[in-house]
């Protein structure tokens, strides 16, 4: 989204009069402003297309509607990794065990912890508030923890550090082996105008699908064969900061994930689970928006058959170009992703990045949909015996 200059001059000037009510103000001000001007970042707008830009750089391209990688402290990410075909599941196998989880999800859960997420005057990751909102979450995912005795099953979250203030998280469900399905979504948020002074709160973009996750990782918690450690696969469940600087967390994860020789069979991404209003006011069906540019085909594919098994609304399929959310990060280091959204992306929200990104414009039925999406398919593919799959393809093939 574009804004005028004169727009641009009222912001500024609605900021200075509010610096003067803005609690905890030192944490926002930028002393040295110069030495930030000049600092420079090298961004990825699509493969082969990189260039040097400022900070202030950045946000004008994302004003503008361009995404990109900052790669300035990853650029060997995906050259240690040869990317191999994936396969999955032709159908849904554990409607008899899902169904019963469904009926668990909460919408009251989802609200009380995304009011509190976004409380937070901003969640921007390199602002003392970005960091307490990173250790509030952490605390929320450790009260679940105790609360299912999941810790004595085994299950533990720990904060994944970077050299910005707000850590990411990663929550991590032991099973048979460490092939592993990763739920992801990304904690920060941001003010395009001002990231350093104004608030951001971020409901949709992506404390809705923050909160989602997290209310799926609660629920699937209080599956006894998950608990046992019966799953075929270890599950994470991922909180990504820095997505609006340019998918910093999740390329440092998945960095550090292909220098390690991880073996992710799959990652869904969650950003932005609950605003369906325009959809509805261009008289389209409310309905799951599946991405499916610069995604695993094989997976999207598969998740378009557990929205039809468990959710209650159909799907849409949609784009969102180059480098849209984290899950971009998992792709490039070689590993199946996919990317799922509140809508056709011509739909999804416009008030994100701004601070009217508020919990009144949200469905909370809709991140319901969601969670039940989310939550089928980390238990159809956390049980899936991803081996036999390539082997039964291998002899398909021969024969």
Known sequence: MK????????????????????ENEADNVVL??????????????????????????????????????????????????????????????????????????????IQRRLEKFTSFHTRYYKSDYGRKSSEWLLSEINSIIKETGADEAGVYAEPFAHSWPQSSIITTIPGKTNSTVV?????????????????????????????TILEVFRVLLSNEEVLKGESE?????????????GLLG?????????????????????DMTGFVQRTLNAGEPESVGVVT?????????????????YCDI?????????????????????????FVIESAFEYSDN????????????????????????LGLVYELGFTDFAALETEAVISEEL
Not at 314 to 338: F, I, L, Q
């Open 183 to 211: 739920i992801g979504a990304h904690q920060d948020s941001i003010n395009l105008f001002l990231p350093s002074i104004l608030g951001a709160p971020g409901a949709d973009d992506d404390g809705s699908g923050s909160m």
């Open 250 to 270: 999740s390329q440092a994860i998945f960095s550090r994930y292909e220098r390690d020789g991880r073996d992710v069979k799959a990652m869904l991404q969650q």
């Open 293 to 309: 540019d610069y995604v695993d085909a094989g997976l999207t594919d598969f998740i378009k058959k557990v929205i039809v098994e």
């Open 32 to 109: 040295n402003p110069n030495e930030v001007d000049q600092q420079t970042f090298l961004i990825e707008l699509a493969p082969g297309d990189t260039r040097w830009v400022t900070e202030e750089e950045k946000w004008e391209l994302k004003r503008d509607g361009k995404r990109f990688f900052d790669i300035t402290e990853t650029q060997d990410l995906g050259s240690l990794r040869v990317q191999t075909k994936s396969f999955f599941p032709e159908k849904c196998e554990y409607q008899d065990t899902v169904r019963p989880l469904l009926k668990d999800l909460s919408k009251d859960n």
């Open 314 to 338: 159909p799907y849409v399929e949609t784009k969102c170009g180059y480098a849209c959310s984290d899950h971009a990060s998992a792709s490039k280091a070689g590993y199946p992703s996919a």
């Open 3 to 22: 804004i005028s200059k004169a727009t641009a001059l009222s912001l500024l000037l609605q900021a200075a009069s509010a610096r003067f009510t803005i």
């Open 351 to 374: 008030h994100i990045h701004t601070t009217e990104d508020l919990i009144k414009y949200l469905s909370f039925d809709h991140m319901l949909e969601h969670a039940k999406m989310t």
């Open 233 to 245: 696969n270890t599950i994470e469940f991922h909180w990504y900061s820095a997505e609006e600087g």
